[in-house]
């Protein structure tokens, strides 16, 4: 038996070339649909393990996928706004706890969450290094940024314009890192967050600015109507918040009326959940989603096309081991001079038959333990990596 | 093309994994702790929650918290606090340049948003697309309306039986004995307005709104510091009010310079100190400042 597996390996061997184009189709013939699945699987998995842990989420009426995938994973374009002030509603209903979330603004292609406190608690986010952030302008980084950018505490992010084009709009505003949270395995690491204050700031909504009644700030004024003071474009905005500024910045009106992308509203129990959902179902302005409803409704959606891929990979992997069947006849048809020269030498029926499927078989091994291997490795390696795709 | 990408990997999605839902809750370690932002406020939770609690309030006794900015490693305590007592009406401005969790703050007089004063605002100005705008801004002192108090009082134990329910009735019963203790020096109060009538009266500093409109004191508010001697200027300008306000009571968050009440007595004016109690006294609390501070406005 051993000689018979000698002469197919030597046979693999002196036909390498064949042979390596065989495993391969074979392989891959195993490997796609097999990986693919185990990927896909562990990506929705993960991603629909972030919307059940995000029960509720408030925002503008609008779309309710929209508002998920940008509130939850940071991407889509922003929900429509609601206002600052519907948080301490929802805070003063009893029911919940209210996140605040403003996502819209980003730094080198990552976004900037601005949010509270509450949620580092809320998501189990740790400090790897660093502190927490305290003072208006200062920023922590997730552990992809820290990595990616190359910052750390002490180091500064500065906020993307929202265009190139819009050249009269928000000077970009420079923010500290204090603090770089442990890796999280979500997209929180992809995440720079500061304080919904900070935000509002990178929008314009607040800013620093000199005093425009003191001297020093004479040349910066256009003119003075008794209480009125009008400043010209001299009037030096701070771009950077520091120790010695932080005092000059202000917010204009109420914050109440300041913007939010969604709040997350964390129910105190599952009696406040249907308490809060049944108080704003029939909102006019407002929606409240339950994230993984959303994300299942999705899911639903496109289930049937799903059915459709599956079966395309089937009748690709049948298509294979044809095209596969068919090299193998092809070869035997080949080597019928050889076969004959070893029954002229003795070897009997069995045995050469037994040696075209030791061929066979050493070739459907190979390619099953690459595809094993390949499997493996996409486990480990390719949730991460399509989840980083998928989110950025 | 990202939306395609993340619709086919949905699409080819074939099952979910149930993710576990992390909590909110802090792990308790003990006693909680309890921050505010002056001292009124540590005052009533010292005095609901007796030893139950862990009062702190962190300024230093030789600054006004109105003013104070704590540094870093002072805020980055009160985030870790269980809950932080705020004043409101914009008392306390640092708040409002800091992260706080959301869930631990307690504005004190969000009950009685409409009872709030304001203080006349700063020149107004404009620049850029936002407008016309100033930095106005509320009074703050609301604790010397001691009805207001009574309601800060109130929200203090509302949010002190919420951190500890186990201990709700015995935080009612010192609340009972709270509100009584203030209103006890509310009447004392109403009745020495009701004594004062329309006599002119003159503050050192603009920190007695409350306490006016309440007690329906007629005073007018100077902007003198306990321990610097007014200029020239100054006294020029208080001529200038007494032409038409007569007043022979001015009251002083602190104790003047000497010459400076030598000066206001040549003037027919009696220095009285009626400490606002923003920060803990050199001695006693918050009952007994309070009731010296009406002992000497009776006398």
Known sequence: MSGVLYLAWRYLLWHRFKTAILVLAVTLVIYLPVGLQLVVQRTAADMTARADSSPLLLGSRGSPLELVLNSLYFSAGSPPSLDYGQLQELRDSGLVEPIPLYVRFHSAGHPIVGTN???????????????????????????????????????????????????????????????????????????????????????????????????????????????????????????????????????????????????????????????????????????????????????????????????????????????????FLLSLRARRAEMDTMSRLGGSAIAIGSLMLAEVALVLLASALLAATLTGATLILGGPLLQAVVTQ | MRKLLVITVLLLAGCGVEGEVPSTEAVGTGVPVIYTVNYPLAWMAQQLLADTAEVVFPAPANVDPAFWQPDTDTVLRYQQADLVLLNGAGYASWVARVSLPGRTLIDTSGAYPEQLLTVPAGPSHSHGPGGQHSHGELAFTTWLDLGLARQQSQAVSVAAQRLLPSQATAIEQRLAELQRMLTVMDERLMALGRQLGERPLLYSHPVYQYLQRRYQLNGRALHWEPDQVPDEAQWSHLQGILQSHPAQIMLWEAQPLPEVQVRLDELGIKTVVFSPMGNRPPSGDFASGMAANIERLEQ
């Not at chain 1, 290094?129 to 990595?147: F, I, K, N, W």
């Not at chain 1, 935000?199 to 004479?218: C, K, M, N, T, V």
Request: hydrophobic letters at 50%.
């Open chain 1, 117 to 327: 406190l509450d949620y580092f608690d809320f998501r189990g986010l740790e400090l790897s290094r660093g502190r927490q952030m305290v003072g208006l302008g200062e920023a922590v980084v997730g552990s992809r940024v820290a990595q990616q950018l190359d910052v750390g505490a002490g180091d500064a992010v500065v906020s993307s314009p929202e265009s190139v084009f819009d050249l009269a709009g928000v000077y970009p505003l420079k923010m500290w890192v204090v603090g770089v949270l442990a890796p999280a395995f979500s997209e929180d690491d992809n995440a720079i967050f500061v304080d919904i204050k900070t935000a509002w700031i990178i929008q314009g909504l607040g800013h620093g600015h000199q005093d425009l009644a003191r001297p020093e700030a004479a040349a910066a004024v256009l003119k003075k109507d008794g209480e009125r003071i009008v400043a010209n474009a001299a009037l030096v905005q701070y771009n950077e918040i520091t120790p010695d500024n932080s005092d000059t910045f202000h917010f204009h009106g109420d914050n109440d009326s300041n913007p939010l992308t969604a709040i997350l509203p964390v129910p105190h129990n599952d009696k406040a959940q249907v308490l809060i959902l049944g108080r704003y179902q029939s909102h006019p302005e407002l929606q409240i989603v339950q994230p993984r409803l959303v994300m299942d409704e999705l899911l639903a959606t496109v289930f049937a096309v799903q059915r459709y891929v599956l079966v395309a990979m089937v009748l690709v992997g049948i298509a294979t081991g044809a095209v596969v069947l068919l090299v």
